[in-house]
């Protein structure tokens, strides 16, 4: 009987590891051997190819600047999300006519589909018919709509700011509410603490709040810098990583190989992977996730 109780904890967790290795491990391995194998884009595999899938990859003359892309893509998009998340938090954390409707409306971005919210802003940058364009052209900052200057998405150097936009604009509602929820946990006698102390409100956000709101903004950016480096819908919808591949990154260099060589596509997935893995490391790093609040 000893023997069997020993097991009875595999009742309750055996479940959960068989999902984590179904759905997390098994892609993983799978896609690990596919990075090594010839597959044809019919998906028939027609043999052994390490390292050449590897080789081709790093030998893509674009690769080097993806890459580099793809860290300032991450670093721009969950830096502006956390500062504009942290004002705004403060701000709906405090009583004011209209709270509750500001909350319901930042939901919004959140809720709405991803794709279509990319979609959305494309037809709003669109350079002859766009609204966002014909703004542009009332307040005189282009000569004629249609013009180069007008097609916001046509060039990298006025693309990418966009881009980065539209995934701000995304990211903003999650971020914000998981760190009102922090903020909801912090006692208010720790504000009365300091208030007695004559503590400035500067200082006493800086010494009091940031730090008991570390934790929750720890996951809230470490969520965000893998949905982000991951992202998709945004670039793709909007710019297909046009012209070129001056506003690519490698999740969308990825895609654009599965149609030609879906191993060296694979490669690259393996790619972002460990590069997933190094920036949540440098990450949790930096933010001193484990250390105590002092």
Known sequence: ????????????????????????????????????????????VQGDNFPDNYTKLFGEKDFADIMIRSVIWVVAVVALTVLIS?????????????????RWAL???????????????????DPEVGVINQIRVKLGFIDAMGGA??????DASSAMPWLVFVAVFVSVPFTTYAL??????????????AKMDGATKLRTYWSI??????PALTVAALINVMNV?????????????QPGYSTATST????????????????MSVVNFGMVIVLTMIFLKVSRWNKEVA
């Open 107 to 125: 939901i919004a971005p959140w809720a709405a589909s991803v794709l279509m919210t990319a979609i959305i802003f494309k037809w709003m940058l």
């Open 149 to 154: 200057s007008a097609d916001q998405l046509g």
């Open 86 to 102: 942290l004002a705004l938090a403060q701000l709906f954390n405090q009583r004011f006519p209209g709270r509750k409707i500001a």
């Open 252 to 267: 969308i260099l990825m895609f654009i190989l599965k149609g030609s060589n879906i191993g060296e596509s694979a490669a």
């Open 1 to 44: 009987m000893r023997s069997l109780r020993a097991f009875e904890p595999l009742a309750w967790i055996g479940p959960a590891v068989v999902l984590i290795a179904l759905v997390v491990l098994w892609p993983v391995i799978e896609m690990i051997r596919s990075s090594f194998l010839k597959i044809s884009r019919f998906g028939v």
């Open 209 to 214: 709040t940031l730090p008991l709101l570390r």
């Open 180 to 193: 009102l929820a922090g903020l909801a946990t912090i006692p208010a006698d720790v504000y009365e603490a």
């Open 229 to 241: 480096f991951n992202s998709f819908p945004i670039i793709w919808a909007m710019t297909h990583g």
